[in-house]
């Protein structure tokens, strides 16, 4: 079969994230990862044109719906991959007393919220802000779940200049609005 060059750029995708998770640290992050990625809408519509015309036997049909496909989703596949290789790494080095933690349906639960929220960014800021959380959450449990959802919520309501001027005045409180904004617009 014949596949088209965008194929098999994800099927690299999917090779790399697959070396990256090799051994013991596939088996620690593989609910992680499947959590993230069964969160995201258009990571599944990859497949379901695929099994749509296989009945088909129409390859060239096929081939060209998953190059439309990849062009639409290029980016946000290099994306969610650099972001979930960020994540695993940054666990990975704390070692193995947060497996439990890192299995536990309540973590998962917010690595899909998570990932939902951070496809719906609007801003390589506001993902960050979503990795940092998650990685954090992961990691420690300082800060219990339901306020990490609160966090999840305030990222996609909010605009990145309201955490700047948040920031500014847990810094310096008292803090006047024209100090703010000399702080925020340099």
């Given amino acids: 079969m014949n596949q088209s060059p965008e194929v098999t750029r994800i099927e690299s995708f999917g090779r790399e994230l697959n070396d990256h998770l090799k051994g013991e640290k596939r088996r620690r992050y593989s609910r992680f990862t499947l959590a993230a990625l069964g969160s995201i809408p258009w990571v599944g519509g990859f497949l379901s044109p695929a099994a749509a015309f296989h009945a088909e036997k129409d390859q060239s049909r096929i081939n060209e719906l998953h190059r439309q496909w990849f062009e639409e989703h290029k980016e946000k596949i290099i994306k969610l991959g650099q972001t979930l290789a960020k994540i695993i790494d940054r666990l990975a080095s704390i070692g193995e007393e947060i497996e439990t933690r890192i299995e536990s349906p309540g973590y998962l639960s917010l ?25 954090n959450a992961g990691a420690t449990q300082l800060c219990p779940d339901d306020l990490i959802r609160l966090f999840i919520e305030w990222v996609d309501t909010y605009h990145e200049a309201h955490f700047k001027v948040i920031r500014e005045i847990y810094k310096s409180p008292g803090i006047s609005r024209g100090a703010i904004w000399d702080n925020i617009s340099r």
């Fill in 111 to 135: 690595v899909r919220k998570g990932f939902r929220s951070w496809d719906q960014a609007d801003t390589e800021e506001k993902r960050e802000l979503i990795r940092t959380l998650l990685t």
